[in-house]
């Protein structure tokens, strides 16, 4: 009996806590809207909060685009440290 409420009480706490990073995700967008509106007034406020509320992230990079910026920034370095920046660089930024 305590087993089965146990896994009760799991089960909802995990059902409760999943709107919460939703909202998280939320606030953090409208407080990042927030500062960038600072020194707008009015009807030009409003209409720059909903554009920016409304705004879909960017797209991530493609592998092949990935490529191209890396190769860009490697340029100058050879052997062993361009081996290494590449590895890095390729690494470090997640493709679509």
Request: positive net charge; hydrophobic residues 40%; charged residues 25%.
């Amino acid at each position: 009996m305590k087993i089965q409420s146990l896994v009760a009480a799991v089960l909802l706490g995990g059902m409760l806590a999943s709107p919460a990073f939703a909202a998280n995700s939320q606030q953090d967008k409208m407080k990042a809207c927030n500062t960038q509106a600072a020194g707008k007034t009015g009807d030009e406020r409003k209409a720059f909060m909903k554009d920016c509320l409304s705004a879909k992230p960017a797209k991530a990079m493609t592998q092949q685009e990935k490529m191209k910026a890396c190769n860009t920034q490697a340029t100058g370095k050879k052997g062993d440290d361009r081996k290494a920046f590449m590895k890095s660089c390729l690494s470090s930024q997640p493709a679509a």
